[in-house]
């Protein structure tokens, strides 16, 4: 299982951002898919879910309004579309599922996100 993630960077409060994350190693149409961030001094929080077929999604109440999930399942590619940002947001954002053959967890690598005037 590999997860990539991309499309981080430094954005401004009230701008919007796309992450995607690439996946590979896996049946990706087969599982949920998540998003997770870590901002600095703080532990890793739940930030937005989405089923395997993109039918159904969650987020946490910090996003709800503002952050997107969806997903490709022919591109094997997962999004979080990230508007009206707010300082708070900064942080690294993980893409994350459950290996449901080798039962474990499966992170990326990571990638950073600054929200900053």
């Known amino acids: 299982v590999q997860l990539v993630e991309s499309g981080g960077g430094l954005v401004q409060p009230g701008g919007s951002l796309r992450l995607s994350c690439a996946a590979s190693?896996?049946?990706?149409?087969?599982?949920?898919m998540n998003w997770y961030r870590q901002a600095p001094g703080k532990e890793r929080e739940l930030v937005a879910w989405?089923?395997?077929?993109?039918?159904?999604?969650k987020y946490a109440d910090s996003v709800k309004g503002r952050f997107t999930i969806s997903r490709d399942n022919a591109k094997n590619t997962v999004y979080l579309q990230m508007n009206r940002r707010k300082p708070e947001d900064t942080a690294v954002y993980f893409c994350?599922?459950?290996?449901?053959?080798?039962?474990?967890?499966?992170w990326g690598q990571g990638t950073t996100v600054t929200v900053s005037s």
């Open positions: 190693g896996f049946p990706f149409s087969s599982y949920a």
């Open positions: 994350y599922t459950y290996d449901l053959r080798r039962l474990r967890d499966c």
């Open positions: 989405i089923t395997s077929t993109g039918e159904s999604t």
